[in-house]
């Protein structure tokens, strides 16, 4: 049962345009967001997080949505430059017991920004 | 280092085998996560160690996988008896709080294959 899912495997969008890359969550208990970014043969990097009590944070070129009514988010990046292909991996988090947090990930969309 | 260490950053071995895979964290970082990438799937957590307290092994997925930390510092995740579907990248990753955003710090990560 995923938890959190990225329904689009892949995105292909022009230099200068918006990307958009969406997720969804089943679990009411995440209390933060967030979105990674990999490139190949290299681990995740943090790009940006938002709480579950607000609905937007914004960081520069990116900014990520949240709808809680609907368990959804996006990641908004404009413009989009050759350099922010990469796989993007949304996350949940859940505080665990004793402290710290688990992450749960989505499968990942490819993005391909495009010359 | 400033990043996540891990070794081996590839392992190849016969089923049936055991393996150690190393992790160094990020230096004064307490939290200390072991994830899994398998081939189209998103990120596996599979164990949390924060301090001395006693580890959340929630995530692993039988018991032939064990993991350890070491004075706080180094962690080794041991799979006994490698089957084909352990197959996949390793990531270890870090972090210097407990609780908040939960964001973690990645390494490369370490990729198995069992043949």
């Known amino acids: 049962d995923q938890q959190v899912k990225q329904n689009s495997p892949s995105l292909s969008v022009q230099e200068g345009r918006i990307s958009i890359l969406n997720c969804d969550y089943t679990?009411?208990?995440?209390?933060?967001f967030l979105w990674y970014k990999k490139y190949p043969a290299e681990g995740p990097t943090f790009l940006i997080s938002i709480s579950s009590i607000k609905d937007k944070n914004e960081d520069g070129r990116f900014t990520v949505f949240l709808n809680k009514s609907a368990k959804h988010l996006s990641l908004h990046i404009v413009p989009s430059q050759p350099g922010d292909s990469a796989v993007y991996f949304c996350?949940?988090?859940?505080?665990?017991?004793?402290?710290?947090?688990?992450?749960?990930f989505g499968t990942g969309t490819q993005l391909k920004v495009e010359l | 280092g400033a990043g996540v260490s891990q070794s081996p950053s590839n392992k190849v071995t016969e089923k049936g085998k055991d393996v150690e895979l190393r992790c160094d964290p990020i230096?004064?970082?307490?939290?200390l996560y072991w994830y899994r990438q398998s081939l189209g799937q998103g990120l596996e957590f599979l164990i949390y160690f924060q301090g001395n307290s006693a580890p959340d092994k929630s995530g692993l997925p039988s018991d032939r996988f064990s993991a350890e930390r070491t004075g706080g510092s180094v962690s080794t995740l041991t799979i006994q008896r490698t089957q084909q579907e352990d197959s996949a990248v390793y990531l270890c990753a870090s972090s210097s709080r407990t609780g908040g955003t939960g964001e973690l710090f990645f390494g490369e990560g370490s990729r198995l294959t069992v043949l």
């Open positions: 679990n009411s208990m995440f209390d933060y």
């Open positions: 230096s004064g970082h307490t939290a």
């Open positions: 996350a949940a988090s859940e505080s665990l017991t004793g402290g710290g947090n688990k992450l749960t």
